[in-house]
């Protein structure tokens, strides 16, 4: 069974710019977190989705947005990049509906210069 | 409100001996209870987990973790370390919120293997 695929791995943008990081869940799974990590802040929750809807979000500005698509597959976008977004962002799915786990794929490594 | 405490940022440990990374939450129902480990640049990997049946759980690579209530505590253990395992550490507690499960990690636990 294929893991949490994440894409890109690795991308470099200035500031001002935007960027859209995509995440595959496990197959079956409909539930899809994204998390930002950084040395300074460790790991933060941005949003879940679930069935297509947000269902749950953290402590961002409006700059950090998702989606999730009808095969559960979804995307993260930030516009307007500061040099703090900076980060590995991770992207776990679940099942969604149980005391089950989360599974994180490998991340997508941002650097805004 | 459910959080999680990892009581130690770093621990260090030579080779060949016991590892403890310590961890006490707070939840207001009956939660489930993760370790994740994660090296670096990686993703997190799922270790164990712990959802109300033995107290003792037993994960990958040789950890454990044991569930004690009246503590509120769900430390990692390890008999012997291996330098394989230097990486961080991830404590997380589940809770079911209006039908669905919200996370709550732990600021994690670095761990530091001496030869």
């Known amino acids: 069974k294929a893991g949490v695929t994440q894409t890109p791995r690795y991308l470099i943008k200035t500031r001002g710019q935007q960027v859209t990081l995509s995440c595959s869940p496990i197959?079956?799974?409909?539930?899809v977190s994204w998390y930002q990590q950084t040395p300074g802040q460790g790991l933060q929750f941005l949003f879940e989705?679930?069935?297509?809807?947000?269902?749950n979000k953290g402590n961002f500005p409006g700059r950090f947005s998702g989606r999730q698509f009808s095969n559960s597959r979804s995307e993260m976008n930030v516009s307007t990049l500061e040099l703090g977004d900076s980060a590995l962002y991770l992207c776990?799915?679940?099942?969604?509906?149980?005391?089950?786990?989360?599974?994180f794929g490998e991340g997508s490594r941002l650097t805004v210069l | 409100a459910q959080s999680v405490t990892q009581l130690d940022s770093h621990v260090s440990v030579s080779e060949g001996t016991p590892v403890l990374l310590r961890c006490n939450y707070s939840?207001?129902?009956?939660?489930?209870l993760f370790w994740y480990v994660q090296h670096p640049n990686k993703g997190l990997q799922l270790l164990l987990k712990?959802?109300?049946?033995?107290?003792l759980v037993k994960g990958i690579n040789g950890f454990e973790a044991e569930f004690k209530k009246s503590e509120t505590s769900f430390h990692l253990t390890k008999p012997s370390a291996h330098m394989s395992d230097a990486a961080e550490y991830f404590c997380?507690?589940?809770?079911?919120?209006?039908?669905?499960?919200?996370?709550?990690f732990g600021s994690g636990t670095k761990l530091n293997v001496k030869p």
């Open positions: 776990a799915s679940s099942v969604g509906q149980d005391t089950g786990e989360l599974f």
């Open positions: 197959s079956g799974h409909r539930s």
């Open positions: 989705y679930f069935s297509e809807t947000q269902r």
């Open positions: 939840s207001s129902y009956s939660p489930s």
């Open positions: 712990y959802t109300s049946a033995a107290t």
């Open positions: 997380v507690v589940s809770d079911q919120e209006y039908n669905f499960n919200k996370f709550y």
